[in-house]
């Protein structure tokens, strides 16, 4: 990079002039990788039966993706500040579309866990760098504003999945076609659009890295991975082998002890993967761990919400789907304007009040029943999504300003690892607590009816199984038809208890999030300094007093933040 082409925007007269134009490739790049974490839900059904695999299988297709997504962040962050934002998030886009026209192809269970690992190992690029593109190319005034419109990008792309899936399942395209199956279509969809959006991204986005990168870090890169791998792993387990078996706690214990190497490694190295100095800082520990938690109780309970829709209520894919856009829509409601409500009354009370209309959304949800009002479940879907919007935004802002430019990659990768870590950890533990309820509350009635083994087996491992099983049945022409409908009924009277339980774990994740920022959130963000690459929170109670409106615009001055490194950023892409 010629220094001709580099400028320091920390400067209050340099402003890159198409941020806006960038901002809009970057949401778009966003949009793709975020809603795979949904798409997949509303095809769970069709794989399941195309590929016979089993719950806990279906369970490590949405999982494989997530652990990879946020084992990687990490690095990618890291590799971002180092070699160049724009060059990374190319890489990662065009690994992510190559990994899903093979995820389209897949034809067993095993294959189609291997290649979303694949895709979350791209995808994994894009949150960190996108945001770090972002606080650096957009001056401290317009930051705040940025920030709020790539949250609510986040937001809605968690529900448009399920829209676009159900689109693509129920209207045949040259997709389906193409990849030989009715579900492939899900993840081929991505091709075109990582296609046009890796063109855009060549020429708009402008490159920027930090001209004084941290080394990489392997070591800890690889404690992470194991670490997060074997707690996922042990939680699986329980659903097969229950909480008492030793190999689930020897996993749950052993993936513990490997985190807390993983911490201790990171304290000690001269360059940290996870700058653990960070969680020191509680404007930026504080709003992450509620995120989190937010994010556990949302993806943990929307898995087994597509369930309710397309097997309880019978509705299509595309009706399931449409059902979730609601949620998108109080996010994008409510992230945006969150600003102004940031001005009037302070992050804290906007961040607490938010997540506490999220938590009676979800309350809800803990007394739904197989004929409640339609009307209602698109109601509280704005709430819990306005709500949810409410958070997010100011919570992102603020841990963003935590964070020097120049480690912007950096910063922003924890922040999403640490989020997408509580999301597989929401999925994994409400996948075994379901099942387990459901299988405790099945088996009794299913037991002695004289169906063979593995049907038996089938049907106790989840209501999709069931459900599968009575289509064999039926198509057998053995057994008659009320049979086959005690069946059906016996599944759906096994799994409502099961996913209220799983609603009443949401809730109570949700008013954790409310206990913490109560408790530990200052209601003026601290005085940071930083010494070379280490964060030194000042004293809370000589923190630099921040007006409301000065925190949301994300003045720097104001936030009592010290920053010393530019970036280097190119003038024009």
Request: net charge neutral; charged share 10%; proline share 6%.
């Amino acid at each position: 990079m010629s220094a001709a082409r580099v400028a320091d925007l920390r400067e209050p007269d340099v402003v890159y002039p198409q941020r806006w134009r960038v901002l809009a490739v970057l949401v778009v790049s966003l949009l793709v990788v975020v809603l795979d974490n949904t798409i997949l839900n509303v095809a769970l059904k069709v794989i399941q039966q195309d590929l016979d695999a089993t719950q806990d299988q279906l369970v490590w297709a949405v999982n494989a993706y997530t652990l990879a997504f946020a084992a990687l962040l990490f690095t990618w962050g890291v590799l971002g500040d180092k070699f160049g934002r724009k060059r990374i998030l190319v890489l990662g886009l065009l690994l992510f579309g190559v990994a899903s026209a093979l995820s389209a192809f897949a034809a067993t269970p095993e294959q189609l866990i291997g290649f979303r690992t694949l895709m979350g190992i791209g995808g994994a690029s894009v949150m960190p760098v996108t945001l770090a593109i972002i606080t650096v190319i957009f001056p401290p005034q317009e930051r705040g504003k940025a920030i709020g419109m790539w949250a609510a990008a986040v937001g809605g792309a968690v529900a448009l999945g399920p829209v676009l899936g159900g689109l693509l399942l129920e209207h045949p395209t040259w997709f389906h076609w193409l990849t030989g199956n009715d579900w492939g279509s899900v993840f081929f969809i991505n091709v075109p659009i990582v296609a046009i959006g890796v063109i855009a991204i060549l020429f708009i986005v402008p490159e920027t890295k930090n001209p004084h990168p941290a080394s990489l870090d392997p070591q800890g890169l690889l404690l992470s991975i194991v670490g997060l791998f074997a707690v996922v792993y042990g939680i699986q387990n329980s659903d097969g082998h229950g909480w008492s078996s030793p190999m689930t706690w020897g996993f749950l214990l052993g993936g513990m002890v490997v985190l807390a190497v993983f911490v201790l490694y990171e304290m000690r190295s001269r360059h940290p993967s996870l700058d653990v100095s960070l969680f020191r800082i509680r404007s930026f520990s504080v709003p992450l761990t509620a995120v989190s938690l937010a994010f556990a109780a949302m993806q943990g309970v929307m898995l087994f919400m597509t369930f309710y829709f397309q097997i309880v209520r019978g509705w299509s894919a595309l009706q399931a789907g449409l059902l979730v856009v609601p949620f998108a829509i109080g996010q994008l409601l409510g992230a945006p304007r969150s600003g102004r409500m940031v001005d009037r009354f302070g992050a804290r009370t906007v961040m607490t009040g938010g997540l506490l209309v999220a938590t009676l959304g979800m309350l809800y949800f803990a007394f739904v029943t197989p004929d409640s009002p339609v009307i209602m479940l698109v109601l509280v879907g704005l709430a819990f999504g306005y709500g949810l919007g409410n958070t997010m935004a100011p919570a992102t802002t603020r841990m963003t300003l935590a964070t020097p430019p120049a480690r912007s990659g950096a910063g922003s990768a924890v922040q999403n690892t640490v989020r997408q870590v509580g999301a597989a950890l929401g999925v994994a533990f409400m996948s075994a607590l379901v099942g387990a309820v459901y299988s405790d509350r099945i088996g009794p009635v299913l037991d002695g009816r004289g169906l063979p083994a593995p049907l038996l087996a089938a049907a106790k491992d989840s209501i999709g199984s069931a459900y599968g099983v009575a289509d064999v049945l039926a198509a057998s022409g053995q057994v008659p038809a009320a049979a086959v409908d005690a069946l059906r009924q016996a599944a759906n009277d096994a799994f409502m208890p099961a996913f209220h339980i799983a609603a009443y774990s949401a809730v109570g994740l949700l008013l954790l999030a409310v206990a913490v920022i109560l408790w530990r959130l200052p209601a003026q963000a601290e005085t940071v300094q930083w010494a070379g690459a280490q964060a030194v929170p000042g004293d809370d109670e000589a923190a630099t007093a921040v007006t409301p409106r000065n925190e949301q615009a994300g003045l720097a001055a104001a936030d009592g933040l010290e920053r010393r490194e530019p970036d280097e950023v190119e003038v024009r892409p």
